[in-house]
């Protein structure tokens, strides 16, 4: 799959659930409507769409949401995908997760070849814990990563750099995922769905927490990139790798090798543009692949260069109209 601009779709990230038991204040307002079960892709008609992608090139599987691990019988879906690992038609299956069920699942998605998880979490205070996502417990995130760790699945921490909120505890954020041997990354917020309140109040551009970052540490840029979003450094005091995923002030698109699914089968080509492909209809027609086939090849045939995300004063209202939880990031 080669999209206009000559990248190669080898990366799919599927959205198994709108639903999240978490309510992050910069994902998702207070008051969602989520989806009518009856609007949903079945675990069964999930695998079969992500078996087609895998049959076309995909190399790289991320499941993620909503929160993945909240789907029903979502282990189903991940045992069964975890053919296409054995095969060595997939080189990786992964999930994106906010932990919480962690503790539960951990040994599971191990015995299924998931070797690496990424989980979100923005502070290790428990009462700013519970500002941000609403509703979640921190004590049980955290039990969650001592439980995924013990069944020796690597774990990577993504955390969103929060205005007057985080930017104070990043540091804290550093020493603690990189003593625990995690790496860590930090994430631009982006002004996606309609959540309440101004992007502004919450933007903190990582270019300035880099900055206040280098009065304390040594920063060693790293080349390695993996094709995504996020440039590394090495932090020489703590030995660990920082990320940076900088939406808002410089995109990598150009080297973008991935599209996402949502849990109608909608497909999106960019996650900072409105253009979407309806799968599911495809998918139903017939029990052959071939139409869906055809709608992914469409679909990939319009791929965007990249997002044009801006806040700013004038700015201050969503660039897409959908929330995060629709595509999982
Ligand atoms: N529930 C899972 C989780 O918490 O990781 C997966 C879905 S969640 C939507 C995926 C990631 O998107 C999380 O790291 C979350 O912090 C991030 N996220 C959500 N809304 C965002 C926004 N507006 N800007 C930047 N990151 C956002």
Redesign the pocket.
């Known amino acids: 799959m080669i999209d206009p601009f000559g990248r190669r779709i080898s990366y799919l990230r599927v959205s198994v659930t709108d639903r ?1 038991d ?1 309510r ?1 204040v ?2 998702m307002a207070e008051d969602m409507t989520f989806l009518p079960k009856a609007d949903l892709l079945t675990l069964e008609e999930l695998d079969r769409l992500c078996s087609v992608f895998v049959a076309k090139g995909v190399r790289k599987l991320r499941l ?5 691990l909240v789907r029903r019988n979502v282990m189903s879906l991940i045992r069964s995908l975890s053919r296409h690992l054995k095969s060595g038609a997939l080189e990786e299956l992964t999930l ?3 932990g919480s069920q962690l503790a539960r699942f951990a040994g599971e998605l191990a015995e299924c070849g998931v070797r690496r998880l ?1 989980v ?1 979490l ?1 502070t290790l205070d428990a009462a700013k814990f519970r500002e941000i996502t609403r509703w979640g417990d921190l004590d049980k995130v955290l039990a969650g990563i001592d439980a995924a760790q013990a069944a020796g699945l690597h774990i990577k921490i ?1 955390a ?1 750099a929060l205005k007057g909120v985080n930017d104070e505890e990043i540091p804290a954020l550093i020493d603690w995922s990189h003593g625990r041997g995690m790496d860590l990354t930090l ?4 002004p ?1 769905g309609e959540i309440g309140v101004g992007r502004i109040d919450q933007y903190l551009p990582l270019s300035m927490v880099r900055a206040n970052l280098e009065r304390r540490y040594t920063l060693t840029d790293l080349p390695d990139n993996t094709g995504g979003p996020a440039r590394y450094v090495r932090i020489a005091e703590t030995g660990g790798r920082l990320g940076f995923i900088t939406p808002m002030t410089h995109n990598f698109c150009e080297a973008c090798n991935r599209v996402r699914i949502t849990c109608t089968g909608t497909i999106h080509t960019c996650l900072g543009q409105e253009d979407a492909t309806d799968l599911r209809a495809p998918l139903r027609a017939s029990n052959d692949d071939a139409l869906v086939s055809e709608a992914i090849d469409r679909a990939i045939g319009t791929k965007p260069k990249g997002h044009d995300f801006i806040i700013d004063r004038r700015h201050n209202r969503p660039s897409v109209s959908r929330h ?2 629709v595509t ?2």
């Open positions: 999240c978490f992050c910069y994902c993620t949401g909503g929160e993945p994106t997760t906010n990424n979100s923005d993504n969103v994430i631009e917020v982006m996606m995060m939880s999982g990031g």
